[in-house]
């Protein structure tokens, strides 16, 4: 039995975020209902190429056991249905323009009336102020709140730069997850519902974390450094003869061990580099010794000689490498499902293992309305 079975979650939002904590949900065991536009779905099954079948890779990745309704919100009928399906689920998850919903008599307080121990979470660009009414994008949030500034090498070659992914929405899907099963928790021993809202933008600001904490405290901002770390040396990228090698020295007694692999241990006793604080006073000289060591053999002979030191230290993949990666292989995280469109469908799965045992792929990412002709929480 998984941990979330049973549970109903009712899925009103679009794109990124709120779909990433449906998903999460759904994983975990529940029956999630995403409702779509009866035309054009969910924006990001046209988010493409690539393509599986019809559906975008995009679509693919983020709504992995759900089921699929159609239902136009703009007749009677469809608000009706929607309605119906929010009185019989324990959570509703919605990301529309703040207000819109409550206009169709889908807000919060309507459906309390009829469902008082509801779970009702809004995923919103800003949350209450100033910018309240303003819609939230990552690329944007990501910008704004700093992320970009801390994100990317320092001048004057390097610019601000995106995380690769959109981590402001799937930070704030993870956000409402955790919140939606803290209000089931409260539910289960008050019977209480509750009105949630998760917004993107104080997301990605909570997730500055030390960076936006030593901010606070010293007044200082480091900005960009690359794949370096403001406050621990050495803790970055190297290159070797082929490609770049991560290292990530935690400690004094790593460091030490660092130096001895690459042959040069004196470093360790250096009073430049002796302890972490000294290293990242003396950061620049000290990287260009370490990587003139790292320049000299393969990045496969140093990210052995280093780990057998009992030092972190991992190739930089491109996503090729990922895939071929032997733990990625034999950790059970690619799954593959049948899809009715895209036939044989391999994917990520959860990274969330219970008991033992990796959270399966029960139903795949479904075709836009494919559970439109069912009545509902059967």
Same mark, same amino acid.
């Given at each position: ?145 700093? $992320?970009? !500034? ?7 070659? *390097?610019? /601000? %730069?995106? =995380?690769?992914?959109?981590?402001? +929405? ?46 606070? $405290?010293? !007044? ?7 794949? *370096?770390? /403001? %406050?621990? =040396?050495?803790?970055?990228?190297? +290159? ?46 000290? $990287? ?14 140093? =990210? ?75």
């Amino acid at each position: 039995m998984l941990p979330l079975e049973g549970l109903r979650v009712l899925d009103l939002s679009r794109v990124l975020a709120g779909p990433y904590a449906t998903m999460t949900l759904a994983d975990l065991g529940a029956d999630v209902i995403k409702v779509e536009h009866p035309e054009r779905g969910d924006d990001t099954r046209h988010w493409g190429p690539p393509f599986a079948g019809d559906e975008s890779a995009y679509f693919l990745s983020i709504n992995r056991n759900k089921r699929s309704v159609g239902v136009d919100l703009k007749t009677e009928a469809g608000v009706d249905r929607v309605k119906h399906l929010a009185v019989g689920a324990d959570v509703v998850i919605e990301n529309w323009k703040r207000g819109a919903l409550e206009g169709m008599g889908l807000g919060y307080e309507a459906l309390k009336e009829e469902k008082p121990d509801l779970v009702y979470c809004s995923i919103t660009g800003f949350g209450p102020g100033p910018d309240e009414d303003r819609p939230g994008y990552d690329f944007l949030v990501q910008a704004r709140a700093g $992320v970009m !500034g801390i994100t990317g090498f320092p001048e004057p070659d *390097g610019e /601000p %730069t995106k =995380v690769g992914v959109a981590i402001a +929405d799937i930070v704030c899907g993870l956000h409402a997850a955790t919140a939606i099963l803290a209000a089931l928790r409260r539910r289960a021993q008050t019977g209480e519902g509750a009105r949630i809202e998760v917004p993107l933008f104080e997301s990605t600001l909570s997730w500055l974390a030390n960076r936006g904490q030593e901010f606070l $405290v010293s !007044g200082e901002d480091k900005g960009r450094l690359g794949n *370096g770390h /403001p %406050t621990i =040396v050495p803790y970055q990228t190297f +290159d070797a003869s082929d490609k770049q090698i991560a290292v990530a020295v935690g400690n004094d007694a790593q460091f030490g061990r660092l130096c001895g692999a690459l042959g040069l241990p004196d470093l360790a006793d250096d009073e430049r580099y002796a302890t972490n604080p000294d290293r990242v006073a003396n950061r620049e000289e000290l $990287v260009a010794l370490l990587q003139g060591r790292f320049s000299q053999r393969t990045a496969e002979e140093w =990210v052995e000689k280093v780990r057998e030191a009992g030092v972190p230290c991992g190739p930089v993949n491109a996503l090729a490498d990922v895939f071929e990666d032997g733990h990625v292989q034999g950790s059970g995280m690619l799954q593959e499902v049948e899809h009715p469109a895209a036939g044989t469908l391999k994917m990520l799965g959860s990274p969330v293992l219970v008991d033992g045992g990796r959270l399966p792929v029960r139903r795949p990412p479904p075709t836009h309305g494919q559970h439109t002709e069912r009545d509902g929480w059967e």
